[in-house]
């Protein structure tokens, strides 16, 4: 059993490197899947989407927009509660800007795509900041064809806000690549088996 597990991570983890564009070097620093999937496992905590939700964002995985910030690439999964791939699951992203605000007349730091046969998605943007009463995060929506949404939020590790906020929840911690800039993994596991 043990041995079926450690495959399945690593083909997992190989998988989505090599989607995002890492060298087979990266490999001995591969970023653990977040949360852990066992077959039966809990599905991945939700949270508010916060009053700063649209409907309708642009379709693209790149977010960054002129203005700098800390560049950074989300990837992951979907998978359901057995470990299986979601192909075609809907990931909305949305996220404050470099000064803490949200773009509620445009779609700056916004956007949604769908993920690929291997239920992968990988969005470029940047590490948002933390603002009165919240840590740095990253809003998301994931929605499987014809199923339920699933809505939460997604934190940074070693954040000195997390401890401030009261909606943080380590569980929704991605796990950042040591020895590269800006790479950031978190996989979704929705209700579904």
Known sequence: MFEHHTRRRFLLATGT????????DALAQELAPTPACHDGDEPTQRQTEGPFFKPRSPQRSDLRESGGGVAVELTGLVLTRRCQPVPGALVDLWHADTRGEYDNSGFRFRGHQFTDPQGR????????????????????????????????QLYFPDEP???????????????????????ARFDFVLDIR
């Open 17 to 24: 490197l090599a989607a995002a564009g890492v060298s087979a």
């Open 121 to 152: 998605y990988r969005f470029r943007t940047i590490r948002p900041p933390g603002y009165t009463g919240r840590t740095a995060h990253y809003h998301v929506k994931v929605q499987p064809k014809g199923g339920r949404v699933l809505t939460t």
């Open 161 to 183: 806000g997390n401890s401030r906020d009261s909606v943080f929840r380590r569980e929704l911690l991605v796990k950042l690549a040591q020895g590269t800039d800006g790479q």
